[in-house]
């Protein structure tokens, strides 16, 4: 029997208001939500420890995530109870695809950018060592939902009826970007931009799983499931 190809995409108030959020998720927290914390410490005379403030910072992304697109995320859920084989296919052949193409991508990468370390995995890992549960609930449960939601249900999933090559191009560019170009920014070295290469791969074997599978949660599900293998070869 064919799959059942989604038509579930997202409302004109859904895109209006995601696309803010996203906006905002991408160019604007990166930067303010430490000063922000540090603000709200100093009104209440605490002090908010970083493993604390990640984890309320991914709460209320999460939070907002099933506030704007509820509505999206009900219909892509309905997809999911029909399409469930499918779906369970896209995540075993995405973590083998994943896996398999990253290894290859990550090794060119290293050779062309030898002096660079990747502070995302820096970071993730650093802060597995201060607060693990906490870090792990982020990292397996809460980022790859919200990066999800952002990344293929809103970017790929609205840019696919219209053209599949730029659903997959944006979506697979604005991911790899996310994940370098604060660290750019901050280290004022533009060289940090080559190591989007290495986020190429998970955005596409990403986007191909939802666009398989017609259902958010085959990607939701691959996401969480690299994640947590990344996380096990870091521990």
């Known amino acids: 029997m064919p799959r059942k190809k989604s038509t ?83 995540v075993a052949v995405g973590l083998i695809a994943l896996y398999g193409l990253n290894e290859l991508v ?16 820096t970071t993730i890992s650093a802060q597995i060592d201060d607060a693990p549960h906490m870090t792990l609930l982020i990292v397996i449960f809460l980022a790859p939902f ?30 790899a970007l996310l994940h370098v170009w604060q660290f750019a920014v901050v280290k004022q070295d533009i060289t940090y931009f080559l190591l989007m290469l290495q986020y190429l791969v998970p ?6 799983a939802y666009d398989y599978s017609g259902t958010l949660w085959a990607s939701i599900g691959l996401h969480a499931a690299a994640n947590a293998i990344s996380v096990w070869t870091m521990i």
């Open 106 to 121: 990550y090794r060119l990468t290293k050779l062309m950018v030898a002096n660079q370390t990747n502070l995302n995995d």
């Open 203 to 208: 955005g596409l074997v990403l986007a191909w």
């Open 8 to 90: 579930a995409y997202m409302s004109p108030g859904e895109q209006i208001a995601g696309t803010v959020f996203f906006v905002i998720y991408l160019v604007v927290l990166p930067f303010v939500t430490t000063p922000l914390f540090r603000l709200i410490g100093t009104l209440l005379g605490v002090n908010i420890s970083s493993g604390l403030q990640n984890i309320l910072y991914y709460y209320v992304l999460f939070a907002v995530s099933i506030i704007i697109f509820h509505g999206f995320l009900g219909r892509t859920s309905r997809q999911f109870a029909d399409n469930l084989g499918t779906a369970c296919r896209a």
């Open 146 to 175: 919200v990066e999800e939601v952002l990344f293929r249900g809103l970017v790929f999933g609205n840019l696919r009826p219209k053209s599949r090559a730029v659903a997959y191009a944006a979506s697979c560019l604005l991911f």
